[in-house]
């Protein structure tokens, strides 16, 4: 995770805020950038910051099944795929 801030913060202030954000969040796992910024009107400090995107992996329907991958099927049902019309 990449941190960042526009103000100088010590060690103990940023592990509260990163705290705080893992209470939100539930994990600092899918987190990969924090910006803490410095609110000139009320002193107050903000936190930015950016989640990684999800891993998406496509499920089709395909002869009545659904999968993600072809890499696991047997010869049969591999065959059975390749010999199908598909409709566009």
Known sequence: MQIKSNFK???????????????????????SEVYFSLNKNNNDVDVDYTIKEPKFERIRRITGYLTGDLNRWNNAKQAEEHDRIKHI
């Open 9 to 31: 913060m010590s060690a103990k202030e940023q592990e509260y805020y990163l705290n705080a954000l893992k209470e939100k969040e539930g994990t600092l796992d899918n987190i």
